[in-house]
């Protein structure tokens, strides 16, 4: 830290006094100049005198500010004037003190603040860069080649702010890819912010997005800043947008179009830049066909569309998942890691997983759990919703369409291979080409 | 604070703590600069430099309530006053020349003390 005092003996004094704490290296300086070429040590903190030999300390602090705009800077000073602390304060300095019995006090108390603020600020970039890791594309797992597409789709929204509309089943991991594309986006610094539109009642959708001024309404007691002001600069994530009615459909178009909003009984207009994810569950075509989701909002969001296949049809990510879990359970618990039997390795592969990746993570902590041995069994896979084939038969299709759906699910189990589909289902192969061809499947 | 001896070095203890080393090389730093200090008053008053004056005096203020120099720090108050609103006419000169007086008996006794 640096002390920049005239006062030799002043200057001496507050140096001696805040090195009784061993952890603060002080420097002193006499005057601005040397202050300012001295910056090059980088200091934390720096106490400055405002009447000095060669420039004034306002002078020394807004040369200071230019290169390092967050250091901290605290005016100690003889002088008494109120008019000037406040100027200093308005222009950036910390603190103002006046040099008095407290001074050293106070200098002290703020530089343990400072210290632990920035022990705070380091601990915050280093769980930053945890998140970063987390949500590494390396950590979304899988080789199928329905993963690798949408590796392919996410790396594509990495290099712009497009909007992007993530769709699947519940449980394929919409909010995991969303996550990976913020935090391995330049917005990464910038805060990722979720809201499920399903989950927040719609008559306090408008305030939860947009924010409200205080007093706006009944319950309003305080300011309070809406989700798109939280993800300015970063991303904001609205999952399940399909539930979304369609008075709110048209105030979010509005905000999309204009880029700003206004807070629910504001009239300060807040400029917005963040990049926008949507997910849903639902097909957003049927909805706008049925007239549940605007036509024009629609293609707004539409963006680069990311499908993200169901877990049935990622042929053996579902071990490689597996696999992972187990490892991920057993060292979270201090367990000695498992292997997978090869009848368990059977029943995992044979269902058809509604619940998508959630529900394999559920299936396979309780298959640890329930394990004795250092390899789960067949008997420890239990599966919580009914078995597969009453699942699939609870959707009421055609006998043809119920053919392609079983094609459809071998071809995408064997990653295109038709050969080894039609084996499979002892079916010949120019009927799976003559059915690709025609589009039935 | 010793009244015999016009100062006292409580306050600097509680700066630098009980080291008599650390306490022994303040004393010595203040008693080389503040006697150039008030001669430089007394110049710039000799040629009426009344802004120089008022900053010496400004600077100088804190390092004498260290030493809880009470009669001093009232003229350096006031003469600090009387210079920065250009007030030169009454007693400046005056207030000058027994300021340097006072301040050389004190640091007399502050030499002899640490010279034990």
Redesign the interface.
Known sequence: MFVVE?????G??MK??LQ?NPDNDVFLFTNGKDCLANLYLQPDFISLDY?LPDISGFEVMKKVHIEYPDLPIVIVS?QEDVKTALDLLKDGAYDYFV???DT?DRLWNLINKLREKKRLNTEIDILKEEVGIKYNFNNIKGTSQALKSVFKLMDKALKTSITVSITGETGTGKELVAKAIHYNSTRKKSQFVAINVAAVPSELIESEMFGHEKGSFTGAVTRKIGKFEQANNGTLFLDEIGEMDLNMQSKLLRVLQEKEITRVGGNDIISLDSRIIVSTNRSLVDEVRKGNFREDLYYRLLGLPIDIPPLRTRGNDIIILAKYFIDDFCKENNLKPKKISHDAHDNLMKYNYPGNVRELKAVIELAVVLSDEDEITADNINFNSADSVTNFLTNECSLVEYNNQIIKYFLNKYEGNVLLTAKKLDIGKSTIYRMIKNKEI | MNQSKNYSID??L????NDVN?INE?IK??LD??PPDIDQIQKMANINDWQRVY?IA??????I??FEMNNILEDIKKIEYQAHENNAEGNLDALIKELSEKVNSVILLMQKEIEK
């Open positions: 005239d006062d030799p003996f002043y001496e004094l001696r006094h009784l009447r003889g040099k008095d019995n050293k | 306050k600097l509680q700066y630098v703590g650390q303040m730093i203040f600069t503040i900053e400004h600077r100088i203020k804190p390092s309530d260290i």
